[in-house]
């Protein structure tokens, strides 16, 4: 079994650090995920002299690869929209766009295998038509759902865009009653709103704040026709976020130092920030904490939240992801999702890993308390038959690796009242900002929240080291359209 937490080693060795000396204000970000990266990135396009701490061997955070033998291994699989375009900036900015592309058009093939008359075979796909005509024709024709509960998807969506998300009321409700009192049945709930919502918020219906889902749906199928096509990697994760990443930050002039924790934050006498690092004070203008929020609840020092406990409040919950490697292509798409099975969502990753000979899949479990500590003999036991019932090519074929990823805190709990919990970038301590997924971004626990969150963060100490923003950096949403 492998411990995606635990057994993770460096994709490659990366280069040596260099120290960076252009003169001027210093800032330092704390913490080399997503946000981190971002924020480090962001300073320093802006003329920022820039440090990066980082406490694990790679950078990346929470979306990262390992090796186990001759295959890559990403920790979980990741998959983002065209309508995230701060992330897209991000991919854009280190140089990793064209190795993780979008699909031309939203097409979600949903896998049924509890009919009476056998496998069904759905899709969740777009026309090239306006918005919400894109998906008429698919929800018109998905077999999922009666007639009845089609139609009453469609007027549930109509109303869910009508929602304010500015309006702060929506936080407090969950989504699982809204539907409820929409006229969803239990069925459309099953085969649609959490296909999409379990996948996006890691949460079901019951579980997540209208707020949160309203902002996942509007965005992703009511804003723009072409606003939920899928992207997602073609190669591991590690190649992105950690040899990509690093390569552009040592080109920006960042000094990037993996392995190094950071055990307290402080000012000094001049006004500033010390930095505390095994053997090391760095002094810093400005301080990114772009860190987990236990993380950061730990970090911040006296005064700098009015109440800072509030972050430990922040619930978080896990993903798990089972990973199949047969000796032969048993699956010929690149994804799908299952109903009818406790099997969620399904990716080919053969070609990403490096894979020669067979196929590798991995199963994306969020929502996964249940089983985040089930011992891998057991998953192995519940999950290779429900893979023989999806995919029939499976019943012959050898299984040569079997083995798990489990991310315990992969992403904050989104329920409802999560909102008021989320603080912003800034805090009371001048000079000091937060990053992170979690932050108040609006979006739930996602790449792109963490990229928004760094770019916020860059952003708000860009101010209060007196450098201009510069346009080409914050205007990510015109960027990547
Ligand atoms: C299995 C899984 C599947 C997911 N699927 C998707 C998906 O499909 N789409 C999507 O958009 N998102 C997905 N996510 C969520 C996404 O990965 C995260 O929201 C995002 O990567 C969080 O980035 P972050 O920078 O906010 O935080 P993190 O990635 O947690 O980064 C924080 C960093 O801070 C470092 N750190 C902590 N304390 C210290 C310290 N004291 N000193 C120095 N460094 C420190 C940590 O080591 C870490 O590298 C998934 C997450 C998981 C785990």
Known sequence: MTDGTRS????????????????????????????????????????????LLEGRPRLGGLAFSFRRGDLTVDNGQHVYLRCCTAYRWFLDRIGGAALAPLQNRLDVPVLDVNRPEGRRLGRLRRDPLPVPLHLGRSLAAYPHLSLAERAAVGRAALALKGLDLADPALDAQDFGSWLAAHGQSARAVEALWDLVGVATLNAVASDASLGLAAMVFKTGLLSDPGAADIGWARVPLGELHDRLARRALDSAGVRTEVRTRVTSVSTNENGGWSVQVPGESVEADAVVLAVPQREAHDLLPPGALDEPARLLDIGTAPILNIHVVYDREVLTRPFFAALGTPVQWVFDRTAASGLRHGQYLALSQSVAHDEIDTPVAELRERYLPELARLLPRTRGAEVTDFFVTRERTATFAPTPGVGRLRPGARTKAPGLYLAGAWTATGWPATMESAVRSGVSAADAALGALGRPRPSRLFGFEEAAA
Do not use: K, Q
């Open 8 to 51: 993770e080693e460096p994709l490659a060795e990366a280069p040596r650090p260099h120290r960076a000396t252009r003169p001027g204000r210093h800032a330092v970000v704390v913490g080399g995920g997503l946000a981190g990266l971002t924020s480090a990135l962001a300073l320093a396009d802006a003329g920022v002299r820039v440090t």
